[in-house]
């Protein structure tokens, strides 16, 4: 016996099912472009780094700070991206699938050091809308300044971008220096907007003061750690969040020799290319099923010799 045929109005529905399918399908895949979407986050001095000694005639006087700086900077910036060229479902294995461009990669470009009561210079720039690239990411140091930035254009990236400064420091016994700044955080054309917190961490020897997003895309922190703590001390560490972002972390010694330790900060951008929603997975495994199935109905039906 010959197995039934589907009739002409199972056809169509299988063929509109099937059309229906490649386009929810076509449609998870191509919402992988977008419009343009940055996210930034910069710290800035208020005026030049807090008033220690430096060893300069030039620099040092009345005005001094009960302290010394040492004769460096620890200078970083670097960035990192690679495209988001396609996201699909395996049709064998139902695993997402995606293909990724080529890794691109920038640090220190230009260092230079500067005045004794700056940060010093330092770049690194991946330029987007190329052959091999559509993503923007740049982070400097500057004199004053540090900032991170990265921005997506027709494609989803994994990105990252980071700007550090750090300097070590001795501070005079029963004396203190505040160390401030303006931090900023920014994220535009992004669905999932900006929802930013300041945090404190501290412990004996460690502090940071953050401003930052709350899904760690775009941050920037000020902190210290201290290594050679004289007997006696306590109560290293206070801060304040002013207007605006203003950060401010004041470190004392109350004890009767000096303390050492660095002082940093840094601005940080992280972006992750998105994994599919439950519902969008769910559509690309429909479509691939659906586009499947009618696939092999179309092929050619096998007859079998009839037995003797």
């Not at 199972?10 to 940055?38: F, P």
């Given at each position: 016996?010959?197995?039934?045929?589907?009739?002409?109005?199972?056809?169509?529905?299988?063929?509109?099912?099937?059309?229906?399918?490649?386009?929810?399908?076509?449609?998870?895949?191509?919402?992988?472009?977008?419009?343009?979407?940055?996210?930034?986050?910069?710290?800035?001095?208020?005026?030049?780094?807090?008033?220690?000694?430096?060893?300069?005639?030039?620099?040092?006087?009345?005005?001094?700070?009960?302290?010394?700086?040492?004769?460096?900077?620890?200078?970083?910036?670097?960035?990192?991206?690679?495209?988001?060229?396609?996201?699909?479902v395996n049709p064998a294995?139902?695993?997402?699938?995606?293909?990724?461009?080529?890794?691109?990669?920038?640090?220190?470009?230009?260092?230079?050091?500067?005045?004794?009561l700056t940060m010093g210079?330092?770049?690194?720039?991946?330029?987007?809308?190329?052959?091999?690239?559509?993503?923007?990411?740049?982070?400097?140091?500057?004199?004053?300044?540090?900032?991170?930035?990265?921005?997506?254009?027709?494609?989803?990236?994994?990105?990252?971008?980071?700007?550090?400064?750090?300097?070590?420091?001795?501070?005079?016994?029963?004396?203190?220096?505040?160390?401030?700044?303006?931090?900023?955080?920014?994220?535009?054309?992004?669905?999932?907007?900006?929802?930013?917190?300041?945090?404190?961490?501290?412990?004996?020897?460690?502090?940071?003061?953050?401003?930052?997003?709350?899904?760690?895309?775009?941050?920037?922190?000020?902190?210290?750690?201290?290594?050679?703590?004289?007997?006696?001390?306590?109560?290293?560490?206070?801060?304040?969040?002013?207007?605006?972002?203003?950060?401010?972390?004041?470190?004392?010694?109350?004890?009767?020799?000096?303390?050492?330790?660095?002082?940093?900060?840094?601005?940080?951008?992280?972006?992750?290319?998105?994994?599919?929603?439950?519902?969008?997975?769910?559509?690309?495994?429909?479509?691939?099923?659906?586009?499947?199935?009618?696939?092999?109905?179309?092929?050619?039906?096998e007859h079998l010799p009839?037995?003797?």
């Open positions: 016996m010959r197995a039934a045929k589907h009739g002409p109005s199972g056809r169509v529905i299988l063929k509109k099912l099937s059309r229906l399918a490649v386009v929810s399908a076509a449609c998870c895949i191509t919402s992988l472009a977008q419009a343009d979407t940055t996210y930034s986050a910069d710290f800035t001095l208020q005026g030049n780094l807090p008033m220690l000694r430096t060893g300069s005639p030039m620099w040092d006087g009345p005005q001094s700070l009960p302290g010394e700086w040492s004769s460096w900077n620890r200078i970083d910036a670097a960035v990192n991206s690679r495209d988001l060229l396609s996201s699909g294995s139902g695993a997402l699938e995606q293909t990724w461009g080529q890794q691109n990669h920038s640090d220190n470009m230009h260092r230079a050091g500067g005045p004794p210079e330092s770049e690194a720039h991946i330029h987007g809308s190329n052959d091999w690239t559509h993503t923007t990411a740049t982070a400097s140091v500057d004199w004053r300044s540090l900032r991170s930035a990265v921005t997506l254009t027709d494609r989803y990236a994994d990105a990252d971008s980071h700007a550090t400064w750090s300097r070590d420091f001795s501070l005079d016994a029963h004396s203190s220096f505040t160390f401030s700044g303006l931090a900023t955080v920014g994220i535009s054309g992004d669905s999932n907007p900006l929802s930013a917190a300041t945090t404190f961490n501290s412990n004996d020897s460690f502090a940071s003061l953050t401003l930052g997003d709350l899904f760690g895309r775009v941050r920037t922190t000020i902190g210290a750690n201290i290594w050679d703590i004289g007997s006696g001390v306590s109560n290293l560490f206070n801060y304040s969040v002013g207007p605006g972002g203003l950060l401010a972390l004041t470190i004392t010694n109350n004890g009767d020799s000096a303390l050492r330790g660095s002082l940093n900060a840094g601005s940080y951008v992280a972006v992750s290319a998105p994994i599919p929603e439950p519902e969008t997975w769910l559509l690309l495994l429909a479509g691939v099923g659906i586009v499947g199935f009618t696939a092999r109905k179309r092929k050619p039906a009839l037995a003797a």
